[in-house]
């Protein structure tokens, strides 16, 4: 049996808002319902991976999902939501990241599933040929500026200055839902709380046009525990794209959710059902770690690959697992340089580290900061105690006295472990700024 769509955003906490009719809608008869995503970058991030996973349902449930890109759109920006209006892209960009966005898309949705194979649209088809005076003849007249300025969108930003671009904004997504509505029966729109008003003004000026019938859902938007915008790592916006955010920092993000969150995580962002993410928190109620790695793992597959989740877990076990020597080998070097994004590092050309009298001069550079020196004697005292390893191994009193005469890993690395703190020196290349972050 398929499953009943609106149910399934309920018991998942990704049920906002609903229109009047829309769950006897759905019920009723197969129904086509769509996303818009504007291509503001080449990539989508976890914070748009909410509302994909709506479309997901959407099709699991037995109705026809449509992705729109919004080729036209972006290139106006959407005010909800935003404090200052956004730079606007120029049109080659806009074609780059449009084509990005919709490959990520074509990764969630199946779009070879007969009735209910999913669309990918892109709104600059139906905007691009439109002119000005047309588009004002045929659809502006349709809805009155006091409705406009009624939504909480343009509200919010008339006291800090809202330019007529950002403003026609809802118009235009408006009548994306009117043209949708029209050409492939398009009943319902969905998105974020924060697109209420704008979906509404599809489903009015719908009405207004004389079309049939269109309905509104909405979930939760995604916040911290703190109240702060769900998505963000210290970098900046986690992405799907594997350019940006490497599956390695992917999977690390997951794993580093607040444990009062990973309940509701596992509900919105994958598919597992209700019976096994019960038995999971009921099973690690007094372990959220292990509760966190099923969603990260979750995540990760869905997102990239089970082999791309396999790579991230073996290099998330380089510097606290029980990865190998193989493994660093076997890791490429850009993930490795973020694995070690927070070790204290030290860069040696290869004149410099053949000029090193023993490995004691080289633990000596490589743990000491302007701030704080290791002496000498302190290395001895912890090489005596088995207290330092080198790539993995314990170094010996022997070694230690002798000229440096390790294997460099990937010809570059040397990886050095003083109790639980590690090091990173690289030789004969200059590395990205050291963080001294331990």
Request: neutral net charge.
């Amino acid at each position: 049996m398929k499953k009943n769509f609106i149910e399934e955003l309920r018991w998942r906490g990704m049920l906002h808002d609903a229109m009047p009719g829309t769950e006897e809608q759905l019920n009723k008869e197969m129904t086509v319902g769509y996303i818009g995503f504007d291509p503001t970058a080449d990539s989508i991030h976890i914070g748009n991976l909410a509302t994909l996973m709506m479309l997901k349902h959407l099709q699991m449930a037995g109705h026809k999902p449509v992705a729109l890109v919004g080729g036209a759109t972006g290139m106006v920006g959407d005010p909800s939501g935003k404090s200052a209006e956004r730079n606007l892209l120029d049109v080659a960009t806009l074609r780059k990241n449009e084509k990005a966005i919709g490959e990520q898309l074509a990764k969630f949705l199946d779009f070879d599933s007969g009735e209910n194979s999913a669309e990918l649209l892109n709104n600059y088809d139906w905007f691009g040929p439109m002119n000005f005076l047309e588009f004002l003849r045929d659809v502006g007249k349709h809805i009155t500026v006091n409705y406009m300025t009624a939504k909480d969108s343009v509200k919010k930003r008339l006291e800090t200055g809202l330019s007529f671009t950002e403003f026609s904004y809802q118009l235009l997504q408006g009548y994306d839902f009117a043209w949708l509505n029209k050409n492939k029966n398009c009943k319902l729109q969905m998105g974020g709380s924060d697109q209420w008003g704008n979906i509404t003004t599809g489903t009015e000026l719908i009405r207004r046009m004389g079309g049939g019938d269109a309905f509104a859902v909405t979930c939760p938007l995604i916040t911290k525990s703190d109240g702060s915008k769900f998505g963000k790592s210290e970098s900046g916006n986690v992405w799907l794209d594997p350019k940006r955010t490497s599956p390695y920092k992917f999977y690390q993000f997951w794993l580093n959710v607040d444990d009062a969150q990973t309940g509701r995580l596992l509900r919105v962002f994958t598919l597992l059902d209700q019976a096994t993410i019960e038995k999971h928190e009921a099973d690690y109620a007094n372990d959220p770690r292990m509760l966190k790695k099923i969603l990260a793992e979750e995540v990760t597959r869905m997102v990239h690959s089970q082999e791309e989740l396999d790579r991230a877990q073996k290099a998330s076990g380089l510097l606290f697992g029980k990865s190998t020597l193989e493994d660093f080998e076997g890791t490429d070097e850009a993930t490795l340089l973020d694995v070690f994004e927070g070790l204290q590092k030290k860069n040696f050309t290869q004149a410099e580290f053949n000029d090193l009298n023993n490995t004691i001069d080289l633990l000596e550079a490589a743990m000491s900061t302007e701030d704080k020196k290791v002496s000498k004697g302190e290395i001895r005292r912890l090489i005596k105690n088995n207290g330092i390893k080198i790539n993995q191994k314990t170094l010996t009193k022997d070694q230690s006295e002798a000229k440096p005469n390790f294997q460099l890993l990937k010809g570059k690395f040397l990886l050095i472990k003083k109790g639980k703190q590690y090091f990173l020196v690289t030789v004969g290349v200059v590395q990205r700024a050291t963080e001294v972050t331990v």
